[in-house]
């Protein structure tokens, strides 16, 4: 009996301690690092001016974007917003919008699902060099297991990481979600909740702030969990996303490294010098009294020495400014984020820009078909 609750104790202590190693193992820098330029920012608004704004990840080097479906359609009514338009994150992030939101890309709805509140994106003529982020299978996540959430907060800033553990697995209704405490804020809906191995594991969807009795609640956000994402992803026959299984990640990590390259060059072969000839026959051998001629020697003449200049002195130019880090910061509500701060974003506002940026780009796209119709008409003319 003694023995049995050694052994449970230490099974105990074991299980601690690989938490403890598992949080020590994450790095919300080397996430961030990892993630954040698959990270995409959303605005979606009508005619009339109403409009939302959320997060997005990008699943294939095509621009196909993982999202909420509240964050492309009205709340009321259901009803996709006329206009919607994406932005990749800059680099470097400056902290201003003025700065950081100048090219918006034009997005297609391929697919939307109310009741699971997913949607699946298109960008038009998406720029070349996006970087997908890897899905993980969210059934090998374990409760207590640190992710981040990487999203658009008000106050806090664009493109902002905050860290938690994962708190229970559950089923709400019809769909399979983690329950975090990782920070989730009005933005950061549709993001990723990434894992250690920088995966995404989890769409951040919705949080709950009072309950039933309405009495204040916290850390109680939740997201739909990888797996049941990606079946409905694939499900669309848009694009084949397969999952990473951690097992194929922990073969790949413990794969014996290829034994170091010797730097020192093998000895070469031993070659023999070809045997000289022997010295042709002398018609005429000298004596002693015949004295062997001396070459004749050439003298160069020296060059002239080249004329002194001095040194011109080089003009200082001014230090560029320096581009804000990546740095933890405390958020407006005392949580911990990890990003470029901007605790003076607002989202409302900054969609009032986003508008002007939409009607130009609505305005190039027009132009850009009106000339393709001159140029077909001219050759019809031919």
Known sequence: ???????????????????????????????????????????????????????????????????????????????????????????????????DLTTPYLVDVIARDPQLDLALLRVKN????????????SEEVDIGESVAAIGHPGGGG???????????????????????????????????????????????????????????LEGLNYSLRSSLALDWVNRQGVSRVAAISRASTRVAESAPAPAPTSRIAPPAPEVKAPEEPPPPSDPAPRTESTPEPM???????????APSVSPQPVPELPAPSPEPEARE??????????????PTIDLDEALVEVRKDYQELIQRADDSVDEMNEMLDDYDNF
């Open 329 to 342: 910061f405390e958020g407006p509500n005392g949580e911990k984020m990890y990003g470029v701060p901007n």
């Open 1 to 99: 009996m003694v023995f049995a609750n050694l052994v449970a104790g230490g099974l105990i202590a074991f299980g601690l301690m690989a938490d403890v190693a598992s949080a020590e193992s994450f790095s919300a820098a080397t996430v961030y690092r990892n993630t954040s330029s698959s990270v995409v920012l959303i605005f979606g608004f009508s005619d009339a001016g109403a409009g939302s704004s959320g997060t997005g990840s990008i699943l294939t080097a095509d621009g196909l974007i993982l999202t909420n479906n509240h964050v492309v359609a009205d709340a009321e009514s259901n009803k996709l917003f006329p206009n919607l338009v994406v932005y990749f994150k800059p680099t470097p992030i400056s902290g201003d919008n003025r700065k």
């Open 295 to 305: 070459p004749e020697v050439r003298t160069e003449p020296e060059p002239a020495p």
């Open 158 to 216: 664009l493109w902002t990481l905050t860290t938690g553990t994962i708190s229970s697995k559950r089923r709400d209704k019809t769909r399979d979600i983690f329950q975090t405490d990782t920070a989730i804020n009005p933005g950061n809906s549709g993001g990723p909740l990434i894992d250690e191995y920088s995966r995404l594991v989890g769409v951040n969807t919705f949080v709950r702030r009072v309950n039933e009795q309405g009495l204040p």
């Open 126 to 137: 998406a720029p070349p060099g996006l970087r997908p982020l890897e899905v993980a299978d």
